[in-house]
């Protein structure tokens, strides 16, 4: 069964930092792109950043220089490391999977229409 869970979420102060992790399962990591999402209360779901198989990056400019996202296709696990966070960043986070083919770019990368197997999801609550 192909499946994606995100984990590492929870509850920081503004300025801090989380780990979150999205462990692939029933597939090889290593063939796909994976992407970062992220939904605010009362918001449509962006595009935060993702990783192409290759290991290209790409970042919302919300988050640029203060998230890293990186990938251990050993452990079929890719993590986002988030630093400075702000309460704007408070959101459930959800990480998907893509085959996209082509000239890649960080609209289309960013682009939650061209990703599936979406995870449940975790949330990140940064207080002010």
């Known amino acids: 069964q192909v499946q994606l869970v995100e984990s590492g979420g929870g509850l920081v102060q503004s300025g801090g930092s989380l780990r979150l992790s999205c462990a692939a399962s029933g597939f090889k990591l290593d063939a796909y792109a994976i992407g970062w999402f992220r939904q605010a209360p009362g918001k449509e779901r962006e595009g935060v950043s993702s990783?192409?198989?290759?290991?290209?990056?790409y970042y919302a400019d919300s988050v640029k220089g203060r998230f890293t996202i990186s990938r251990d296709n050993a452990k079929n696990t890719v993590y986002l490391q988030m630093n400075s966070l702000k309460s704007e960043d408070t959101a459930v986070y959800y990480c998907?999977?893509?085959?996209?083919?082509?000239?890649?770019?960080?609209?289309?990368?960013?682009?939650?229409?061209?990703?599936?197997?979406w995870g449940q999801g975790t949330q990140v609550t940064v207080s002010s």
């Open positions: 990783i192409s198989s290759s290991g290209s990056t």
């Open positions: 998907a999977k893509t085959q996209i083919i082509g000239l890649l770019t960080t609209e289309i990368m960013l682009n939650q229409a061209n990703f599936g197997s």
